[in-house]
């Protein structure tokens, strides 16, 4: 005998079911999930850098989501940007509560961004078959801090305005080309109305558009080729290598992972909001020891010990010229360690572990001195 709440339960399940069918007869459903649960993820001691890039992946969606939000009250206009912005912090309803999302969620991807770098960087992520990854996720890495460089500016407060105005000096200072990308990006010489247009319209844009093709591609080929396995494991004989189901094992862990994250994001947002500065004066003096933010100390302190003048050359485009070509080891690295000399794969991972030292011990000397 079925009672009347029995009856109740089999008739959603007959609705859900129907519609489940419905939907897979339109979507292929099955077809996923058959992909899904094929996809294997392998079983080690470095198994925990897997949830790097889905961790990068949800700040992203955060970075998105907050941003259009922020985009209903901010108005990109000299006079206006600061006034909205203070608007938004002490008037709209959980306006602070989205932009100190948006802005510790930028420092947060960097960061993840960096360890997921570095991690795929040492589990020699980057050999064959996996450069076109590894080369999209490089160009991912710079626009994110194409983000953080041009959002900074948009508050316009004085804190902002001269960090930016330090770092299109840096940027100037490249090579070449320096001279003319600086003023293509302030819009002229000096900092002011066609800078912030700029900096709006390619931190809303133009950058979003790049991030959604490139991290489509990016996660297309992670699909393609499955996750790398490290040497160690690819040696050991076949009933030793333990691997565990995508859907739902690892994807369950990964949304666990997800909520931690969100929740040290969430912590960071209401423990420490994020503050706004006194409104930008063009004119008045830059604050006393401005720098630019965290993750563009490293350069920012290395081109400041650099002596004015070496040789011929000067010196901050010796400095930046030095800079370029430490850095280039990530773009030549697949093409010189290819896995086939235990001499190369060693250099490869000497030079990962200096440039990554280099990058720490200039970021701290940066947010000391
Ligand atoms: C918005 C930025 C990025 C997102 C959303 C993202 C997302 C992901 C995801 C979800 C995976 C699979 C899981 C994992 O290995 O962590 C992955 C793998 C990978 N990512 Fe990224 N990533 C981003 C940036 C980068 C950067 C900056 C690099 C380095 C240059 C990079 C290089 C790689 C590589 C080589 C793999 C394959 C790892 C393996 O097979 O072991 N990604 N990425």
């Given at each position: 005998m079925t009672t009347s709440t029995g009856q109740d339960a089999d008739n959603v399940a007959e609705k859900v079911g129907g519609l489940a069918q419905w939907l897979d007869e339109r979507l292929n459903l099955q077809g996923a999930l058959k992909f899904a649960e094929k996809k294997q993820v392998p079983m080690h001691k470095y198994s925990v850098w897997y949830y790097m890039g889905g961790i990068a992946l949800m700040l992203m969606v955060i970075q998105f989501a907050s941003g259009v939000l922020l985009m209903v009250y901010y108005i990109p206009g000299l006079e206006a940007a600061h006034a909205s912005i203070l608007r938004l912090n002490s008037q709209v309803d959980f306006g602070w509560f989205f932009r100190s999302i948006h802005s510790w969620g930028a420092n947060l991807l960097i960061a993840v961004l960096g360890v997921h770098l570095f991690s795929a960087y040492f589990m020699k992520a980057y050999r064959k078959p996996r450069e076109f990854t590894w080369y999209s996720g490089l160009v991912l890495m710079i626009i994110a801090l194409g983000f953080g460089f041009t959002g900074y500016l948009l508050p316009w407060d004085d804190v902002s305005f001269f960090a930016t105005k330090i770092g299109l000096d840096i940027a100037s200072k490249m090579?070449?080309?320096?001279?003319?990308?600086?003023?293509?990006?302030?819009?002229g010489h000096s900092i002011g109305q066609a800078t912030l247009s700029r900096f709006f319209v390619i931190h809303v844009a133009l950058l979003p558009l790049l991030t959604?093709?490139?991290?489509?591609?990016?996660?297309?080929?992670?699909?393609?080729?499955?996750?790398?396995?490290?040497?160690?494991?690819?040696?050991?004989?076949?009933?030793?290598?333990?691997?565990?189901?995508?859907?739902?094992?690892?994807?369950?862990?990964?949304?666990?992972?997800?909520?931690?994250?969100?929740?040290?994001?969430?912590?960071?947002?209401?423990?420490?909001?994020?503050?706004?500065?006194?409104?930008a004066d063009p004119f008045g003096a830059a604050p006393?020891?401005?720098?630019?933010?965290?993750?563009?100390?490293?350069?920012?302190?290395?081109?400041?010990?650099?002596?004015?003048?070496?040789?011929?050359i000067e010196g901050e485009l010796m400095g930046a010229l030095l800079m370029i070509l430490f850095c280039s080891g990530l773009v030549i690295v697949p093409?010189?360690?290819?896995?086939?000399?235990?001499?190369?794969a060693k250099t490869a991972t000497y030079y990962g572990l200096v440039l990554l030292l280099a990058i720490v011990v200039f970021t701290v000397w940066g947010a000391l001195s």
């Amino acid at each position: 005998m079925t009672t009347s709440t029995g009856q109740d339960a089999d008739n959603v399940a007959e609705k859900v079911g129907g519609l489940a069918q419905w939907l897979d007869e339109r979507l292929n459903l099955q077809g996923a999930l058959k992909f899904a649960e094929k996809k294997q993820v392998p079983m080690h001691k470095y198994s925990v850098w897997y949830y790097m890039g889905g961790i990068a992946l949800m700040l992203m969606v955060i970075q998105f989501a907050s941003g259009v939000l922020l985009m209903v009250y901010y108005i990109p206009g000299l006079e206006a940007a600061h006034a909205s912005i203070l608007r938004l912090n002490s008037q709209v309803d959980f306006g602070w509560f989205f932009r100190s999302i948006h802005s510790w969620g930028a420092n947060l991807l960097i960061a993840v961004l960096g360890v997921h770098l570095f991690s795929a960087y040492f589990m020699k992520a980057y050999r064959k078959p996996r450069e076109f990854t590894w080369y999209s996720g490089l160009v991912l890495m710079i626009i994110a801090l194409g983000f953080g460089f041009t959002g900074y500016l948009l508050p316009w407060d004085d804190v902002s305005f001269f960090a930016t105005k330090i770092g299109l000096d840096i940027a100037s200072k490249m090579p070449f080309v320096g001279d003319q990308v600086a003023v293509l990006l302030r819009g002229g010489h000096s900092i002011g109305q066609a800078t912030l247009s700029r900096f709006f319209v390619i931190h809303v844009a133009l950058l979003p558009l790049l991030t959604i093709g490139l991290m489509g591609l990016h996660l297309l080929f992670v699909q393609l080729h499955g996750m790398s396995e490290p040497a160690y494991f690819q040696k050991l004989e076949a009933a030793k290598r333990t691997y565990e189901k995508f859907f739902p094992n690892f994807l369950l862990k990964d949304l666990l992972v997800w909520l931690l994250a969100f929740n040290g994001l969430a912590a960071l947002v209401t423990l420490m909001p994020w503050g706004l500065g006194p409104e930008a004066d063009p004119f008045g003096a830059a604050p006393l020891g401005i720098k630019p933010e965290w993750y563009f100390l490293a350069p920012f302190q290395f081109l400041k010990i650099v002596p004015a003048q070496i040789g011929p050359i000067e010196g901050e485009l010796m400095g930046a010229l030095l800079m370029i070509l430490f850095c280039s080891g990530l773009v030549i690295v697949p093409f010189f360690d290819k896995g086939d000399s235990a001499e190369k794969a060693k250099t490869a991972t000497y030079y990962g572990l200096v440039l990554l030292l280099a990058i720490v011990v200039f970021t701290v000397w940066g947010a000391l001195s």
